[in-house]
Protein backbone atom coordinates (compact mmCIF):
# COMPACT_ATOMS: atom_id res chain seq x y z
CA UNK A 1 0.00 0.00 0.00
CA UNK A 2 1.65 3.45 -1.10
CA UNK A 3 1.45 6.00 1.52
CA UNK A 4 2.65 9.49 1.86
CA UNK A 5 3.14 11.85 5.07
CA UNK A 6 3.74 15.51 4.84
CA UNK A 7 5.29 17.09 8.27
CA UNK A 8 7.18 20.74 8.62
CA UNK A 9 4.66 22.56 7.92
CA UNK A 10 3.25 25.64 10.38
CA UNK A 11 3.31 29.37 10.93
CA UNK A 12 6.32 31.65 9.82
CA UNK A 13 6.42 35.23 9.74
CA UNK A 14 6.77 37.03 6.04
CA UNK A 15 10.67 36.27 4.87
CA UNK A 16 11.30 33.09 6.92
CA UNK A 17 11.57 29.72 5.65
CA UNK A 18 10.16 26.30 5.98
CA UNK A 19 10.90 22.85 5.31
CA UNK A 20 8.42 20.46 4.26
CA UNK A 21 9.18 16.71 4.21
CA UNK A 22 7.16 13.99 2.75
CA UNK A 23 7.84 10.25 3.85
CA UNK A 24 6.87 7.80 1.52
CA UNK A 25 6.00 4.30 1.64
CA UNK A 26 5.01 1.50 -1.28
CA UNK A 27 7.01 3.54 -3.75
CA UNK A 28 10.63 4.45 -4.30
CA UNK A 29 11.25 8.56 -4.21
CA UNK A 30 14.27 7.97 -6.95
CA UNK A 31 12.31 5.58 -8.98
CA UNK A 32 9.37 8.04 -9.26
CA UNK A 33 8.56 11.18 -10.78
CA UNK A 34 7.21 13.02 -7.60
CA UNK A 35 5.34 16.77 -7.45
CA UNK A 36 4.29 19.06 -4.61
CA UNK A 37 0.78 20.56 -4.99
CA UNK A 38 -0.51 23.39 -2.88
CA UNK A 39 -4.02 24.64 -1.87
CA UNK A 40 -4.91 27.85 -0.69
CA UNK A 41 -7.55 28.37 1.74
CA UNK A 42 -11.16 27.74 -0.15
CA UNK A 43 -9.25 27.85 -3.50
CA UNK A 44 -8.04 25.11 -6.13
CA UNK A 45 -5.17 23.44 -6.54
CA UNK A 46 -1.61 24.79 -7.57
CA UNK A 47 0.81 23.05 -8.77
CA UNK A 48 4.31 23.99 -7.26
CA UNK A 49 7.28 21.60 -8.16
CA UNK A 50 8.35 18.13 -9.79
CA UNK A 51 11.36 16.27 -9.19
CA UNK A 52 12.04 13.69 -11.96
CA UNK A 53 13.60 10.39 -11.67
CA UNK A 54 16.84 11.09 -13.47
CA UNK A 55 17.14 14.78 -10.88
CA UNK A 56 15.73 17.30 -13.37
CA UNK A 57 13.42 19.61 -11.35
CA UNK A 58 11.13 22.25 -12.09
CA UNK A 59 9.17 24.85 -11.01
CA UNK A 60 6.28 27.49 -11.16
CA UNK A 61 6.97 30.80 -11.96
CA UNK A 62 5.17 31.63 -8.41
CA UNK A 63 7.86 30.09 -6.54
CA UNK A 64 10.73 30.02 -8.93
CA UNK A 65 14.22 30.96 -7.10
CA UNK A 66 12.68 30.66 -3.88
CA UNK A 67 11.48 26.98 -3.59
CA UNK A 68 13.57 23.90 -3.69
CA UNK A 69 12.24 20.32 -4.73
CA UNK A 70 14.98 17.46 -3.41
CA UNK A 71 14.83 13.56 -2.25
CA UNK A 72 16.79 11.76 0.19
CA UNK A 73 17.08 8.34 -1.55
CA UNK A 74 18.17 6.93 1.75
CA UNK A 75 15.26 8.14 3.84
CA UNK A 76 13.08 7.81 0.55
CA UNK A 77 11.65 11.34 1.24
CA UNK A 78 10.72 14.13 -1.01
CA UNK A 79 11.28 17.88 0.77
CA UNK A 80 10.81 21.01 -0.49
CA UNK A 81 12.62 24.15 1.08
CA UNK A 82 10.39 27.32 1.05
CA UNK A 83 12.32 30.32 1.16
CA UNK A 84 11.73 34.30 1.54
CA UNK A 85 8.15 33.35 1.84
CA UNK A 86 5.15 35.47 1.34
CA UNK A 87 1.58 35.35 2.65
CA UNK A 88 0.31 34.01 -0.61
CA UNK A 89 2.48 31.32 0.28
CA UNK A 90 -0.12 30.34 2.44
CA UNK A 91 -1.32 27.09 1.75
CA UNK A 92 -2.31 23.13 2.61
CA UNK A 93 1.22 21.67 0.71
CA UNK A 94 0.11 18.29 -0.76
CA UNK A 95 3.30 15.45 -1.78
CA UNK A 96 1.94 13.16 -4.75
CA UNK A 97 3.34 10.57 -7.03
CA UNK A 98 3.90 12.04 -10.43
CA UNK A 99 3.00 9.65 -13.73
CA UNK A 100 4.63 11.50 -16.73
CA UNK A 101 5.62 9.63 -19.54
CA UNK A 102 5.32 11.00 -23.64
CA UNK A 103 2.84 13.89 -22.96
CA UNK A 104 0.99 11.92 -20.33
CA UNK A 105 0.88 13.36 -16.64
CA UNK A 106 -1.34 12.29 -13.70
CA UNK A 107 -1.02 12.24 -9.70
CA UNK A 108 -2.42 8.77 -8.62
CA UNK A 109 -1.29 8.82 -4.70
CA UNK A 110 -1.91 12.10 -2.73
CA UNK A 111 -0.74 12.26 0.81
CA UNK A 112 -2.86 14.07 3.72
CA UNK A 113 -1.20 17.27 3.26
CA UNK A 114 0.71 19.97 5.89
CA UNK A 115 -0.30 23.51 6.34
CA UNK A 116 1.78 26.35 5.86
CA UNK A 117 0.88 29.44 7.46
CA UNK A 118 2.75 33.28 6.48
CA UNK A 119 2.10 35.53 8.81
CA UNK A 120 3.36 38.38 11.52
CA UNK B 1 1.43 29.71 -19.70
CA UNK B 2 -1.49 26.95 -20.91
CA UNK B 3 -4.75 27.63 -19.02
CA UNK B 4 -7.48 25.52 -18.18
CA UNK B 5 -11.16 26.91 -17.48
CA UNK B 6 -13.76 25.13 -15.71
CA UNK B 7 -17.47 26.28 -14.82
CA UNK B 8 -17.32 27.08 -11.17
CA UNK B 9 -20.05 24.92 -10.16
CA UNK B 10 -22.68 22.55 -11.37
CA UNK B 11 -25.73 21.02 -9.94
CA UNK B 12 -27.80 17.78 -10.60
CA UNK B 13 -30.44 15.73 -9.05
CA UNK B 14 -29.67 12.67 -7.86
CA UNK B 15 -30.23 9.98 -10.13
CA UNK B 16 -29.27 11.96 -13.55
CA UNK B 17 -25.59 12.59 -15.12
CA UNK B 18 -23.46 14.93 -14.06
CA UNK B 19 -20.98 16.60 -16.99
CA UNK B 20 -18.80 19.29 -15.75
CA UNK B 21 -16.15 20.51 -18.83
CA UNK B 22 -12.78 21.96 -19.00
CA UNK B 23 -11.87 24.03 -21.30
CA UNK B 24 -8.56 24.60 -23.09
CA UNK B 25 -6.73 25.53 -26.50
CA UNK B 26 -6.37 22.12 -28.71
CA UNK B 27 -6.81 20.02 -25.05
CA UNK B 28 -7.99 17.13 -27.25
CA UNK B 29 -4.34 16.92 -28.55
CA UNK B 30 -3.01 16.31 -24.76
CA UNK B 31 -4.45 14.04 -22.03
CA UNK B 32 -6.71 15.03 -19.32
CA UNK B 33 -7.19 14.07 -15.91
CA UNK B 34 -9.85 14.05 -12.98
CA UNK B 35 -9.27 14.81 -9.48
CA UNK B 36 -12.32 14.38 -6.84
CA UNK B 37 -11.82 16.08 -3.52
CA UNK B 38 -14.39 15.94 -0.84
CA UNK B 39 -14.41 18.50 1.50
CA UNK B 40 -11.24 18.37 4.19
CA UNK B 41 -9.99 15.76 2.09
CA UNK B 42 -7.20 14.98 -0.55
CA UNK B 43 -7.69 14.64 -3.87
CA UNK B 44 -8.56 11.52 -5.21
CA UNK B 45 -7.96 11.11 -9.28
CA UNK B 46 -11.25 9.71 -10.82
CA UNK B 47 -10.00 9.40 -14.38
CA UNK B 48 -6.53 9.83 -16.33
CA UNK B 49 -5.40 9.68 -19.67
CA UNK B 50 -8.98 11.15 -20.72
CA UNK B 51 -11.13 7.59 -20.37
CA UNK B 52 -9.14 5.38 -17.75
CA UNK B 53 -10.62 5.00 -14.23
CA UNK B 54 -8.54 3.96 -11.32
CA UNK B 55 -8.91 0.55 -9.52
CA UNK B 56 -11.79 1.40 -7.33
CA UNK B 57 -13.31 3.70 -9.18
CA UNK B 58 -16.84 3.16 -10.00
CA UNK B 59 -18.00 2.32 -13.86
CA UNK B 60 -20.50 5.13 -14.45
CA UNK B 61 -17.58 7.71 -13.94
CA UNK B 62 -16.45 8.57 -16.87
CA UNK B 63 -14.39 10.79 -19.56
CA UNK B 64 -14.19 12.29 -22.67
CA UNK B 65 -11.23 14.91 -24.52
CA UNK B 66 -11.90 16.24 -28.18
CA UNK B 67 -11.40 19.95 -29.69
CA UNK B 68 -11.09 22.12 -27.15
CA UNK B 69 -12.91 20.18 -23.99
CA UNK B 70 -12.25 17.67 -22.04
CA UNK B 71 -15.53 16.38 -19.94
CA UNK B 72 -16.13 14.73 -16.77
CA UNK B 73 -19.27 12.39 -16.80
CA UNK B 74 -21.00 10.98 -13.44
CA UNK B 75 -24.04 8.98 -14.21
CA UNK B 76 -26.60 8.28 -11.86
CA UNK B 77 -25.23 10.53 -9.33
CA UNK B 78 -25.34 10.22 -6.02
CA UNK B 79 -24.92 12.36 -2.51
CA UNK B 80 -21.53 10.50 -2.37
CA UNK B 81 -20.80 12.44 -5.43
CA UNK B 82 -20.96 16.04 -4.14
CA UNK B 83 -17.69 17.23 -4.15
CA UNK B 84 -14.89 19.92 -6.06
CA UNK B 85 -13.50 18.47 -9.35
CA UNK B 86 -10.54 19.54 -11.28
CA UNK B 87 -9.16 18.77 -14.50
CA UNK B 88 -5.66 18.71 -15.07
CA UNK B 89 -2.95 18.12 -18.23
CA UNK B 90 0.74 18.52 -18.79
CA UNK B 91 2.28 21.49 -20.51
CA UNK B 92 5.59 21.52 -22.57
CA UNK B 93 6.89 23.69 -20.14
CA UNK B 94 7.15 21.62 -18.53
CA UNK B 95 4.50 22.08 -15.88
CA UNK B 96 1.33 20.26 -14.52
CA UNK B 97 -1.31 22.58 -14.95
CA UNK B 98 -5.02 22.15 -13.24
CA UNK B 99 -8.36 23.63 -14.07
CA UNK B 100 -9.53 26.06 -11.81
CA UNK B 101 -12.37 23.64 -10.01
CA UNK B 102 -15.70 22.26 -9.86
CA UNK B 103 -18.31 22.42 -7.14
CA UNK B 104 -20.62 19.99 -7.54
CA UNK B 105 -24.17 19.94 -5.83
CA UNK B 106 -26.57 17.25 -5.65
CA UNK B 107 -29.34 18.55 -4.65
Same mark, same amino acid.
Given at each position: E? /????T?????Q??G?????????GL +?????????? *? /????????W??????????Y?? %??V???????? &??? /?????? /?? %? =??R?? &? +???????? =? *????????? &????????????? | ?????? !????S? $??????R? @?????????????????? !????? #??????????? $?????? #???????N?????? $?????????????????? $??? #????????? @? #??
Open positions: V /QLVEGGGLVPGSLRLSCAAS +TVSSDYMSWV *R /QAPGKGLEVSIIYSAGRTYA %DSKGRFTISR &DNS /QNTLYL /QM %D =SLAE &D +TAMYYCAR =S *RVESGICFL &DYWGQGTLVTVSS | SYELTQ !PPSVV $SPGQTAI @TCSGDKLGDKYASWYQQR !PGQSP #VLVIYEDTKRP $SGIPER #VSGSNSGTATLTI $SGTQAMDEADYYCQTWDS $SPA #VVFGGGTKL @T #VL
